[in-house]
Nanobody, 115 residues
């Protein structure tokens, strides 16, 4: 099992940036893939980006350009950098781990983009 704890969300003005963190309770080198998802009010959850233990990154088409996923194996942490935030980025951002088909989720961190 792995526990995931997200942090870094908050209220930010349009055009600002945030870096979200997802800290895992164990080494992430043994986790096949980790990713970030988001769910906006009244909408379904959607994938933002994922990264494998080999460092391969995948982004949803609509997320390319402003979102950047990275990992720090020494810190057992995966990051999501979001630049030029827009009001439509307002959502709960959750971390997901896929370990040999077992899926684990964090509780999420709220990102609100508003002036």
């Amino acid at each position: 099992q792995v526990q995931l704890v997200e942090s870094g969300g908050g209220l930010v003005q349009p055009g600002g940036s945030l870096r979200l963190s997802c800290a895992a309770s164990r080494s992430i080198t043994s986790i096949n893939a980790m990713g970030w998802y988001r769910q906006a009010p009244g909408k379904e959850r959607e994938m933002v980006a994922s990264i494998t233990n080999d460092g391969l990154t995948i982004y949803a088409d609509s997320m390319k350009g402003r979102f950047h996923i990275s990992r720090d194996n020494a810190e057992n942490t995966v990051y999501l950098q979001i630049d030029n935030l827009k009001p439509e980025d307002t959502a709960v951002y959750s971390c997901r781990a896929n370990q040999y088909g077992y899926i684990y989720w964090g509780q999420g961190t709220q990102v609100t983009v508003s002036s």
